[in-house]
């Protein structure tokens, strides 16, 4: 009996494996993605040149590293041209950026069991992903994935890498809440601008760890089609986060409350690149977006010289929504404004539940408080690290417009073909000015500077103080994803002493190690403070029901 119990239950085993062999056979096959054809493979046999030290050089495509710390890309021609010079120039940058990715993955998956699910769930998930991005994008990316690294082929190959991580951001936003996304933007114009422009400031705080945001390009495209434009990108991204083009015309996202999606569509960066790449009003920017299928919700925020304003292009899986003002200034943090996108049941639980009301609010407040506005303003508008009535909430609050996290803060004048990036720290360090009309005018033969110094906005006052040195030492235990092996609970709270999550962390600590009387008090002390949403405010509160009644 029980030797035919073990056989049959072999046979059930086999079948089982066999199963999901035959599944995994399967995904492999229907997401292994077809490499596009480039018309000549010519361009790969081009040879990097450096004229000056530090000045690398294919044809007129050129690549330098800035003093500011920022690097300077150049390219122009067809697709795949464009993506090969852009790879060849750009080599080291591309590989390390997929380190580091790939680092940070391990950090938030640390079974390798896992891993292989994800990477194979990923791969399900994207399997239709090159049917949603243009040709043009796609050789463009095809010429980028020659010089990635094989050390990943075991994920899938270079190509479909390159291809899926332009994705990255969307499945991320879709799938997590881990507070890695929380942009501000704003414009003023007419009125509300000191010299009557339109002035556009951003930040960009989408954070998965200080190294992925290290080397930063401020790139300038001369494309076959479409307007010259300049973006800032990150080694092996061809799709756009922050970008002006030459006819006036400004991009940038902020991501919106989405329900988990179902199956790829275009990423939301793509959609990006081709408004900034072919639009040059506001109404071209929303057609480009209209006839794209996303699979998250974003906020694009458009500028524009020729209609002299900005507006808020908002789009959902399911449809598009079109906000503008009537006055001279507009807002934009992680929540929908429109007539119809805005009113989902989604959006209105994001507002109740999330930081993107009161960081707004304070957006308001400040562009009310500082009268008309000027690029100085902007930029301290950027860096301000205060809440409503400018209360004191803790550094790194999600609440705060500048939440020490950012990717990159920039500003745009569009009319005058100006763009302000700002240089590490986060948006601290100095903001440099760009000059469009400058830059694509320049044929470079010596390593010489390309931004306007004269223009230069000043580090934030903030990088001298004691708080900074303080929150330096609070930052790294801030994400899931950064180690906590060596934590000190009461230093975090000395650090950070006005700030909710200092002591959210230290009960959390106090409560996994059973020290349930020290934990009662920080969560008790937290929950006085301003809490940023609502979920980490119910964390709270549940762990101290759970230490109060193990204290018991």
Known sequence: MLKRLAKILAWMAGILVAIILILLVYVRSVARVDE???????????????????????????????????????????????????????????????EVFTHQLHQLVPSSFYLNILKYFVGWFNRDLDKHVSDEYKLEIYGISQVASHEFDDIAPPYQRILNYHAA??????????????????????????????????????????????????????PEKGYKFMMITFGGMTGVLSGMNVAGLTVTINAAKSNVPSASATPVSLVAREILQYASTIQEAYAIAEKHKMFVAESFLIGSAKDGKASLIEKTPEGIDFYEVTGNQIVSTNHFQGKVLGQ??????????????????????????????SVLKTAAILRNQKGLGNADIGMGNEKLVNQLVAHHGIIFQPEKQRVWISTAPWQLGKFVCY??????????TKNEEVYEASLTIPADSFLHTPDYISYSKFHPY???????????????????????????????????????????????????????????????ERNLKTAEEKQK
Not at 62 to 78: D, I, M, P
Not at 363 to 370: A, D, I, M, P, Y
């Open 478 to 540: 801030r994400f899931p994803f950064n180690p906590r092996t060596d934590m000190q609970p009461d230093s975090l709270m000395k650090w950070n002493p006005q700030s909710y999550h200092a002591y959210m962390l230290a009960g959390d600590y106090y409560l996994h190690h059973e020290q349930y009387k020290e934990a009662i008090d920080a969560y008790q002390r937290g929950l006085t403070k301003e809490i940023a949403t609502v979920q980490e405010k119910e964390h709270m």
């Open 435 to 444: 000059d469009l009309n400058k830059v694509f005018a320049r044929k470079m």
């Open 36 to 98: 596009p054809v480039p018309t000549s493979l010519a361009i790969l046999d081009a040879k990097v040149e450096q004229p000056d030290s530090g000045l690398y050089t294919i044809g007129n495509n050129w690549f330098r590293k800035s003093e500011s710390g920022l690097y300077e890309l150049y390219v122009e021609g067809a697709p795949f041209e464009r993506g090969v010079v852009n790879g060849k120039l750009t080599h080291e940058l591309v590989q390390y950026q997929e």
């Open 169 to 222: 951001h969307d499945i991320g936003h879709a799938l997590q809440n881990m507070s890695l996304v929380g942009c501000t933007s704003f414009a003023t114009w007419d009125t509300l601008s000191e010299d009557s422009t339109l002035i556009i400031g951003r930040n960009f705080d989408f954070y998965v760890g200080d190294d992925f945001a290290r080397d930063k390009i401020v790139a300038f495209y001369n």
């Open 344 to 373: 989902t049941e989604l959006n209105q639980e994001h507002m109740r539940t999330s930081a993107s009301p009161y960081r707004y609010k304070r957006v308001e407040e400040l562009l009310k408080e500082n009268g008309k506005n």
